[in-house]
């Protein structure tokens, strides 16, 4: 008689545990794949890549590797912003990006209320136009015409060409049924390679440079592509309920 061989059950409860995290979240949404169907044209310059890493000949410049799950902004980082086909209000997300030394990007929640991306490495006061600040607004008939920006607690920065993450849960603005907003926009959580640098900070209206002036439940996840060479991969969102 063959004796089968019986599996702990305390090791039984930690592969489903396992499992279970490594299954796709329900209603999540990734934007990178294998060509840019998941956002809006036009893509500019963007072109698909198996990696990126500083070009050895410029630290200014990636250099990219053939293949597909990264996604970079053209040769020389100056094209058009990138926006999801997708729609969300709240919601949960992780990014993770790439920057040469001194490069610039930003990610925009409804394509209104940024997250700064720069390379801010070594800086010891960051403030909201470091990486991980939450930009400012901005009304050219106030004094001052920037308002409303908040500095990450602390500077999560890693070096130059390294990949870096932000986790982010995010509240968009509630409206009543008459269309007047109830709630403000809100980054409820937002955490840089492992470390809390934002909880619940509330925005009034679009930060600088958003693509639309106005409020909405629902709106796309916008990269900026204009400000320098940057690169993505492992872009997800999951609407919370």
Not at 124 to 129: A, G, I, M
Not at 229 to 238: D, E, G
């Amino acid at each position: 008689m063959i004796q089968r061989a019986m599996i702990p059950l305390s090791v039984l409860a930690v592969v489903i545990t396992l499992l279970a995290a490594s299954a796709p979240s329900e209603g999540q949404v990734s934007l990178i794949g294998p060509d840019f169907s998941a956002w809006r044209l036009e893509t500019g310059t963007w072109f698909a890549a198996g990696g990126a890493k500083i070009n050895p000949t410029d630290e200014k410049l990636l250099k990219p590797e053939p293949g597909s799950g990264v996604i970079v902004n053209g040769p020389d980082g100056k094209t058009v912003h990138l926006l999801s086909k997708n729609e969300f209000g709240d919601v949960e997300a992780h990014i993770e990006f790439m920057v040469p030394k001194g490069s610039n990007s930003g990610v925009y929640f409804q394509g209104r209320y940024e997250i700064q991306i720069l390379d801010s490495y070594g800086v010891e006061k960051p403030t909201y136009t470091d990486c991980g600040g939450i930009y400012q607004r901005w009304d050219e008939k106030r004094e001052p015409m920037g308002y409303e920006g908040t500095s990450p607690k602390v500077n999560a920065s890693l070096p130059p060409g390294q990949w870096q993450t932000f986790y982010v849960i995010f509240r968009a603005p509630k409206f009543d049924a008459a269309g007047k907003k109830i709630a403000n926009a809100k980054f409820e959580k937002v955490v840089f390679n492992g470390k809390l640098i934002h909880e619940n900070v509330e925005l009034t209206g679009p930060t600088r440079a958003s693509r639309y002036n106005d409020e909405a439940p629902l709106g796309p996840l916008m990269i900026q592509g204009d400000h320098g060479p940057v690169a993505y991969r492992n872009i997800t969102l999951k609407p919370l309920k």
